[in-house]
């Protein structure tokens, strides 16, 4: 038995060697050192206490996890295979669960926004932002993402930054800049006339709105997001009225999908929801204002709801320390108490729900947070899990490769002590994350330990 080797230093020690090894017994701390990590062929063994399927909505017991390489080769449970070669995370009583994905994020800009000092943030330093935002979000299990709007596509920079390998942080899908009306929730009415100045998504009118879709996605976007409705941080508009017409949205809706990319929309009115659902868009995001001919809708058309749940009982405990505009307090005072009401009502009528954040317009890291706010409107845990894992995956398009652990899927995990399903608010302090097979932190084996039998 050999301690206290390097994780790099006992890989090249194996490759020299000739003698026989069965099993290391590692345990990582890898939070500068990151992808290079992932060695192709690689096998690790990953045992827990319990493993979440959410697949199944239940609990298995002593789960055993192969991985090679990125991907999950085999989930078993009992006894620990001898692989040649294999390194074994050992979790003890701990419980796995699929790397958290959240649908709602805004990873290039920080909480406090929504007043004039944001428009003194240029693109290269919002993909800065960014990156600090994305390694804080996957340290917090989330190992998947989608980032629904920014300016000057520093989105689809940090995306592509972090699938190379330059940053470290979450699988992405980005939208780019969202698309909006002219003065509405997703365009920027800080500054007077005579700056002239729209912000990049915004298209009025059905051609403009084609264009817009078309351009979005020759920048990078995967993902078409729109505001169909006012909102809170915005200045000058109202959450209570639709913004697009119905033919607007339906245009934006079928050139999306005829390019193959989904449709997240920003909607608080109640009218507006109506209209984004009926123009086909695939999750509704927030959806404050819901009714009971809404909430119907959406369960016909099969429509994701993103709750976006956490942020309002943040907002309750922090926004009078935060020095937030007039508009935005103004707002959130009739926002709060409609969306709580109206997000249990949706849960009790069985809307498909997806796990989003809105992180930014709260501090990044926190976003666990929204599991505990889902159960606390109503969602059992099984559900909530299930909203952050895999019907987040569905709505991305992603069930193939992430939201379970399950063969074939990306080695995308995270683990907690103690049982969640008894206490949702253990999600919000998660003690081990990998994320395509590398680890990223590791609270639970103890760092920088390895042992290896011969
Ligand atoms: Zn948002």
Known sequence: MVFGISYHGWFRRSRRSACTLLLVIASFLTREAFAEDAKPGQTVIVRAGQLFDPLAGRMLDQPVIVIVGNKITAVSNGNTPSILGATLIDLGDATLLPGFIDVHTHLTSDAGGGGYEGLGISAPRAALIGAKNARRTLLAGFTTVRN????????????????????????????????????????????????????????????????RVREVIKYGADVIKFCASGGVFSKGDNPLLEQYSPEEMRVL????????????????????????????????????????????????????????????????????????????????????????????????????????????????????????????????????????????????????????IREGMFADMVAVKGDPLRDIQLLQDVQFVMKDGVVYKNEISGPNRATQTH
């Open 148 to 211: 629904v709007g920014a300016e000057g596509y520093s989105d689809v920079a940090l995306r592509d930054a972090i699938n190379a390998g330059d940053v470290m942080g979450p699988r992405m899908q980005v939208s780019g800049p969202p698309l909006g009306i002219t003065g509405g929730h997703c365009d920027s009415s800080l500054l007077p006339f005579e700056f002239h100045y729209s912000a990049e998504g915004v298209a009025d009118g059905r051609e403009a709105v084609m264009h």
């Open 253 to 404: 809706v079928e050139e999306s999908h005829r390019l193959g990319r989904k449709v997240a929309t920003h909607a608080h009115s109640a009218i507006s929801i109506k209209d984004a659902v009926r123009a086909g868009v695939d999750s509704i995001e927030h959806g404050i204002f819901l009714d009971d001919e809404s909430i119907a809708l959406m369960k016909e058309h099969n429509t994701f709801l993103v709750p976006t749940s956490y942020p309002l009982f943040w907002f309750e405990e922090h926004a009078p320390q935060m020095h937030l505009p007039p508009w935005v307090m103004e707002k959130s005072a009739i926002i709060i108490p409609a969306a709580k009401k109206n997000m249990a009502k949706a849960f009790r009528a069985g809307v498909r729900v997806a796990l989003g954040t809105d992180a930014g317009v709260y501090p990044h890291g926190l976003n666990g947070g929204e599991f505990w706010a889902m159960v606390e409107l109503g969602l059992t845990p099984t559900q909530a899990l299930q909203s952050g894992t895999a019907n987040a995956a569905e709505l991305m398009g992603w069930s193939d490769r992430i939201g379970a």
